[in-house]
Structure formats: structure tokens, C-alpha cells
């Protein structure tokens, strides 16, 4: 997994995040296909910081309904040219070089560096930032383990689709009782993460909390949006190198 990549200081490149794309969220994907289309005239490279699907079981459930409309048109837009980067989240962890291969996306570290020129930009999913919801970072812990991985994935598909209904009906129940701050990022966190990779700009996703954050130090935290166009009011967007430059998340 690529930790650190260098582009050219005038490459015009996309980011998204937290699209949670399924079966049941047409508009939601129609919308990404388009994105996908645009990207391919424009763009000189797409960024996707995790959440990309509702959930992901396994490299050998490609051809599911609900991941295989996905993966075609991301081939598809690989195909045509488009250099498109892949960054674990929570919800898709398990996407693997299989699904990369298949796809022709390149994956990136959980924390990437990019160079745009002479700038510096960190590139995280966000949910390592989280780190005053001690139960979600413990949980976390144990399945992004390998071993945990290879047990769960050594498991029938029906009952990997199982597990993952119950465990996401479980979050969903739990988020329900906390406290909003709670699940969002920890200013030590962020602070930790940028001073160690040496960046002034922070690109994450995750919270579902879209904002262009001044940090102490003036350097700058951007977090991406959710996507949803399947009920109202509709929210999303894309976040541009452009934008990281002049303050303007659309």
C-alpha cells in the first residue's frame, strides 16, 4: 500500500469519502457515476478516503448486486485513464487486492502522504482520529488484525453478510446513546498525526461533518461529506486541490 506519492504540483486532482454505496441507494450511485464521468475529462487523479461501499465482505463477493454496478464503472473509469486512489474504511477494510486488481484502483496506507508540488497534504479515512470512543478503537483493533481477517474471511459469504447485519445494527443502536463529541476527532489526535508526517493541511473523512477547520497552529484540517441523494435533503460533494488551496469546499 502506497504510504507516500508524489504528484505533479499542477495536477488537478479530486478527493471523496463516506459515499456508503448499495444496492438500495440508486441515486446516490447515479450521482457517483457522474462524478466518475466528470473526473475522467478533468481530473488528473481521484481520491476515495474510505466508505466507498455500505459495507464490504469479501474479495469473492464481486459479482454481489450490490457492489458489482461499483466495481464496472470504477474499471471502467481506470480503463479510460483516470489514476484513482483507494483508502481503507471502516465499513470496507476488508476490500482487497483482488478487488484492487479488478478494479484497477491503487491502494493507499491507512495515513498517506501526497505531494502536490511543494505541498504537503496527509490523507487519513478519520476514524483513528476518533480516539475518545475507546470501544469503537478497541473494536477496530481486532479486525484489522490478519488473523482475525483470515478467520472471518475463511467463513461462508452468508455468514459474513450475517455477522456484518448484526454488527452494524449493533453500531447504529450504540451511536443512537453516545455523546456526538465523543465520535468525533480528537484535537491531540490531529495534532499528533500532522506534527509526526510533518504536513500543514489534513484531508479526512468519517465524521460525517464537512467543515474547513484552522487548527492552533494555523495549519488546516478538511473533512469530506457524506453522500446522500436517496432522501432529502441531499448532501455531498467533491473536494478539489484546488479548493485545499483557496478555502472552498463545494
Do not use: C, K
Given at each position: 500500500m502506497l504510504q507516500h506519492l508524489r504528484l505533479p504540483g499542477n495536477a488537478y486532482v479530486w478527493f471523496i469519502?463516506?459515499?456508503?454505496?448499495?444496492?438500495?441507494?440508486?441515486?446516490?450511485?447515479?450521482?457517483?457515476?457522474?462524478?466518475?464521468?466528470?473526473?475522467?475529462?478533468?481530473?488528473?487523479?481521484?481520491?476515495?478516503?474510505?466508505?466507498?461501499?455500505?459495507?464490504?465482505?469479501?474479495?469473492?463477493?464481486?459479482?454481489s448486486s450490490a457492489v458489482a454496478p461499483v466495481l464496472k464503472v470504477l474499471a471502467a473509469a481506470t480503463n479510460s485513464g483516470l489514476p484513482i486512489y483507494f483508502q481503507h474504511g471502516n465499513r470496507d477494510f476488508l476490500f482487497g487486492v483482488k478487488a484492487a486488481e479488478y478494479t484497477g484502483l491503487s491502494l493507499l496506507a491507512d495515513e498517506c502522504v501526497i505531494e502536490l508540488g511543494q505541498q504537503r497534504v496527509l490523507l487519513m479515512h478519520g476514524d483513528t482520529l476518533c480516539t475518545d470512543d475507546l470501544e469503537y478503537q478497541q473494536f477496530r483493533q481486532q479486525v484489522r488484525d490478519p488473523g482475525w481477517q483470515a478467520v472471518f474471511l475463511s467463513k461462508p459469504l452468508n455468514d459474513r453478510h450475517a455477522t456484518i447485519a448484526r454488527l452494524r445494527a449493533q453500531s447504529e443502536d450504540r451511536k443512537a446513546?453516545?455523546?456526538?463529541?465523543?465520535?468525533?476527532?480528537?484535537?491531540?489526535?490531529?495534532?499528533?498525526?500532522?506534527?509526526?508526517?510533518?504536513?500543514?493541511?489534513?484531508?479526512?473523512?468519517?465524521?460525517?461533518?464537512?467543515?474547513?477547520?484552522?487548527?492552533?497552529?494555523?495549519?488546516?484540517?478538511?473533512?469530506?461529506?457524506?453522500?446522500?441523494?436517496?432522501?432529502?435533503?441531499?448532501?455531498?460533494?467533491?473536494?478539489?486541490?484546488?479548493?485545499?488551496?483557496?478555502?472552498?469546499?463545494?
Open positions: 469519502s463516506d459515499l456508503h454505496l448499495w444496492q438500495d441507494r440508486p441515486s446516490t450511485f447515479n450521482q457517483f457515476e457522474q462524478v466518475l464521468h466528470e473526473a475522467q475529462m478533468q481530473a488528473d487523479a481521484l481520491f476515495i478516503l474510505g466508505d466507498l461501499f455500505e459495507y464490504w465482505a469479501g474479495d469473492d463477493d464481486l459479482e446513546r453516545m455523546a456526538e463529541s465523543i465520535m468525533d476527532v480528537n484535537p491531540a489526535a490531529v495534532q499528533a498525526v500532522m506534527q509526526r508526517h510533518h504536513v500543514n493541511t489534513l484531508v479526512h473523512g468519517h465524521t460525517h461533518r464537512p467543515a474547513r477547520h484552522i487548527q492552533p497552529d494555523a495549519s488546516i484540517r478538511w473533512v469530506l461529506p457524506d453522500w446522500e441523494y436517496d432522501e432529502m435533503p441531499t448532501r455531498g460533494g467533491v473536494l478539489t486541490s484546488t479548493d485545499l488551496f483557496e478555502s472552498n469546499l463545494v
